[in-house]
């Protein structure tokens, strides 16, 4: 089992409470907090603040991978061994066009699921407390904190209207 | 089965309602599902036991006569390719457009690409004679170091169908994600053990949802050219050669239209029966297939167009071997299926101008079946009929399909029900999480955001 991280966990049913309760948070100067949701909501980010993920830079990178990837197979393959077929010339763009564009569609879309799970694991969810109805119809905000702080930080959630807060270990 | 209940544009349920209601969809099925999938398994038994003939015999067993080399398994690899088309466009496309009605259905026809895919995939392999030399498509170094022609676009099709397989199940995968997780979450026992596995660790954090919704948007800005280019490349698979009826520039945006047309001809197939069955009535409503039926009546008036101009050029052309074609298709000995093709196309897409059509489910579902079948007569009349009779008469030989063809034809429809019905079971068939972004949150204070 791994390490629970001990902390406080609310649940919200109304997304301005949960909106309220992030604020605070934010006004507090924390960081490091979590919250979940079972599904993405604008309220939350305009709240969170949040950047723009830089998962569209392995989009990129991906998409260029492709792009030369086609262009060189097709290219080095073809003057590999030179075979004249039906009169056109050892090697062409117009027809090569194709690999690129594929390549580019299979490896750029590969690479933008591999930098979702790549930026991820940068903050690992692993020991964080969690309720189940995060996935259904409740939010949930995680703080890691202990003792006097904790109390504090129970408080300010119960004032923002949250309908459960508990303490994990 | 009379007009449909509901007339809902937003889904009215609660956020709870709406895991409970898709999540009580997913395990122990009924004894009609079970005879649906018993069927599904017998039809496909039916097409593994003839490509086992067709391993031992060779493909002299199906009606492959010269000089029509093509028939119906490359008619049934380009209809599945093409019923593939619509899943994207409506995850894909409707999706970078912001179309709302998308999401009750989108899981559903997502699936239903892979799952055509993988079947059309399949019929290249059956196709080629030697299908244990399939491996000579792909770009490896053999002992002679001797590569794949670059410019055939048999080639390019090998490119386009493996990448549109990979990234639509790769969509398909990634929009499971969410909605795995919160099946985890309800479920009890080793049923949220096994869904835990595959939810991957997932639990709608702000961080995981920032990258995962970016992610999402630009896996839907790369598959949409995708879509487009995959039936285009298929297309030109016809339209490189110099066979009359095939040499077309229209081709491209022709099969486009035709492969969205019957995609969403499927959908419907697949989908009246599949809310019955699943009790999802009240999420997929008259609004969800008001617009399916409005997207038919688009590619399938794009295709009456494409008709009228194949057949207007065929003539305008002045060339003898265009205008015998074309007049062959719907004189010759073969006029039972370009009058299929023209009746179950153009005619039949027509009716949906209608709204009381377009809301009826009973004509909706008989008219899909209509679409399947003229979809089918439209690539099997393009492919058989140019084959049969091209330039020098003396070679014409009408294509005789035999019990080989139909029984490859049939297994291919087993397939691809065994893989639907699997997964109709096993995951949620309505986006859990695109349904509930579409119902506010409740509020402690009124007003809106």
Not at chain 1, 87 to 103: C, D, H, N, R, S
Not at chain 2, 22 to 36: C, E, F, I, K
Not at chain 2, 114 to 129: D, E, Y
Not at chain 2, 223 to 251: E, K, N, Q, R, Y
Request: charged letters at 15%; a positive charge; glycine letters at 8%.
């Amino acid at each position: 089992m791994a390490r629970t991280v001990p902390g406080v966990l609310a649940a919200f049913e109304h997304i301005d409470a949960a909106c309220d309760a992030i604020q605070a948070l934010r006004a507090q100067g924390r960081s490091g907090f979590t919250v979940y949701s079972a599904a993405p909501n604008h309220e939350l980010e305009a709240a969170l603040g949040i950047e723009t993920s830089p998962v569209r830079l392995f989009t990129l990178i991906g998409g260029v991978t492709g792009v030369l990837a086609g262009l060189g197979m097709t290219f080095w393959m073809s003057l590999d061994w030179p075979l004249v077929v039906g009169g056109k010339p050892i090697a062409t763009v117009p027809p090569y066009v194709v690999f690129m564009f594929e390549l580019m569609v299979l490896i750029g879309s590969l690479a933008t699921v591999a930098g979702v799970i790549i930026l991820s694991a940068r903050t690992p969810t692993t020991g964080m407390a969690y309720d189940p109805r995060f996935s259904d119809d409740r939010i949930g905000i995680f703080v890691p904190c202990t003792g006097e702080e904790a109390s504090k930080v129970e408080r300010m959630f119960r004032e923002a209207g949250s309908v459960e807060v508990r303490h994990a270990a | 089965m009379a007009a449909i209940a509901h007339d809902t544009t937003h889904p009215t349920q609660t956020h709870h309602e709406v895991t409970r209601d898709v999540v009580n969809t997913l395990g122990t099925a009924g004894r009609g599902y079970m005879l649906l999938l018993g069927g599904a398994v017998f039809m496909f038994l039916i097409g593994a036991l003839t490509f086992v003939m067709l391993l031992k015999d060779g493909l002299g067993l199906a009606g492959y006569n010269p000089p029509a080399f093509w028939s119906v398994y490359i008619t049934t690899f380009v209809f599945w390719v093409g019923i593939g088309h619509a899943g994207t466009l409506i995850s894909a496309i409707l999706f970078l457009f912001r179309s709302p009605w998308r999401t009750a259905v989108y899981r559903a026809t997502e699936a239903m690409t892979v799952f055509a895919v993988m079947t059309a995939g399949l019929f290249p392999i059956i196709h080629i004679g030697r299908q244990w030399f399939f491996y000579w498509l792909l770009p490896y170094p053999n002992q002679r170091w001797i590569w794949p022609n670059f410019k055939s676009p048999l080639v390019w099709d090998v490119f386009a169908i493996g990448t549109y397989l990979t990234v639509s199940t790769t969509f398909l995968c990634v929009g499971l994600v969410p909605d795995i997780s919160a099946a985890r979450d309800l479920m009890k026992g080793w049923r949220s053990k096994v869904y835990g596995f595959f939810s991957l660790g997932w639990r709608g954090t702000d961080n995981q949802w920032r990258h995962y919704n970016r992610a999402y948007l630009y896996l839907a800005a790369l598959a949409t050219p995708l879509v487009l280019s995959v039936h285009s490349v298929v297309s030109w698979d016809f339209a490189m050669s110099i066979v009359p009826g095939w040499h077309g520039t229209i081709f491209a945006p022709y099969f486009v239209a035709g492969a969205i047309y019957s995609g969403v001809g499927m959908v419907l197939t697949l989908i009246i029966p599949l809310r019955k069955a699943l009790k999802l009535e009240h999420m997929i409503t008259e609004y969800h297939f008001d617009n399916l039926a409005k997207l038919t009546l688009l590619t399938g008036s794009i295709l009456f167009y494409a008709y009228a101009m194949e057949y207007f050029i065929g003539w305008y052309s002045g060339n003898t071997f265009e205008q015998t074609t074309f007049w062959r298709r719907l004189f010759g000995p073969m006029w039972w299926g370009g009058w299929t093709m023209v009746v179950c196309n153009a005619f039949v897409s027509q009716l949906f101008w209608f709204r009381k059509v377009r809301t009826n489910l009973t004509a909706l579902f008989v008219l899909s079946i209509f679409i399947n079948v003229g979809m089918w007569f439209e690539r099997y009349v393009i492919i058989a009929s140019s084959l049969a009779n091209d330039y020098l008469p003396y070679a014409w030989h009408q294509m005789r399909p035999t019990w080989a063809d139909w029984g490859i034809l049939l297994g291919s429809f087993g397939w691809f029900s065994m893989w639907f019905l699997l997964f109709a079971r096993t995951f949620p068939v309505v986006a859990i999480q695109e349904i509930k972004e579409q119902i506010p949150m409740p509020r402690l204070r009124k007003g809106g955001h």
